[in-house]
């Protein structure tokens, strides 16, 4: 079993539309975790961390947090074209004291 | 808006020459990571850092790979012989060192190498 598993996509959304993407990871006591972004041919670039239970929103991305179904997910309302990218979820492992990515969801704002 | 530098950006060799990286973290950041990403997958941690010191090196392929930050600051990472599986984009993070497993990793452009 992977440590930190998506969906590798691509996962196509319409303009203005909400994009779901979602990550699940085994280790039921890790403690942080992050979404980057990757454009194609760049480095990650962070979009949002979150620590506890519950959503933390920040602009028109909304992370959401289920620790005990050990599942994480990132929403961006009203999609647009520049957030077509790879994202990547990244889960932080205390029994491994190390940050784990995922190997991205592939995303595709269509016009 | 301080950033981690890396150097060069794109570099291609042939198969069995050496390479080398660099690259300088964010200024006090304790925590060094080398990543390698191949196409289509996530990064893979080859080495961390905190300090001057190795923290885990365990996927690093130590019969080629090599790599050093031998005044704690910033970090070389070198591959002798090249071989063609090699080609992928070397990503450096670095991050406080707070905590290795709740601190946020900020990246540099990365390293795009080529092997023929």
């Known amino acids: 079993q992977k440590e930190v598993e998506q969906n590798s996509g691509p996962l196509s959304v319409p303009e203005g539309a909400i994009a779901s993407l979602n990550c699940t990871y085994s280790?039921?006591?890790?403690?942080?975790f992050f979404w980057y972004r990757q454009y194609s041919g760049k480095s990650p670039e962070l979009i949002m961390s979150i620590y506890s239970n519950g959503d933390k929103e920040d602009g028109r991305f909304t992370a959401q947090l289920n620790k005990a179904s050990q599942y994480v997910s990132l929403l961006i309302r009203d999609s647009q074209p520049s957030d077509s990218a790879t994202y990547l979820c990244a889960v932080g492992y205390s029994s491994a004291s190390k940050i784990i990515f995922g190997s991205g969801t592939r995303l595709s704002i269509r016009p | 808006e301080a950033e981690v530098a890396q150097s060069p950006r794109y570099k291609i060799t042939e198969k069995s020459q050496a390479v080398a990286f660099w690259c300088d973290p964010i200024?006090?950041?304790?925590?060094l990571y080398w990543y390698r990403q191949i196409l289509g997958q996530g990064p893979e941690l080859l080495v961390q850092?905190?300090?001057?010191?190795?923290?885990?090196d365990s996927q690093l392929p130590k019969d080629r790979f090599s790599a050093e930050r031998l005044k704690g600051v910033d970090s070389t990472l070198k591959i002798q012989p090249a071989e063609l599986g090699d080609s992928a984009m070397y990503l450096c993070?670095?991050?406080?060192?707070?905590?290795?497993?709740?601190?946020?990793?900020?990246f540099g452009p990365g390293t795009r190498l080529t092997v023929l």
């Open positions: 850092f905190q300090d001057e010191s190795v923290v885990d």
């Open positions: 200024s006090g950041h304790a925590t």
């Open positions: 993070a670095s991050s406080t060192g707070t905590s290795f497993h709740t601190d946020t990793q900020y």
């Open positions: 280790d039921r006591v890790s403690q942080s």
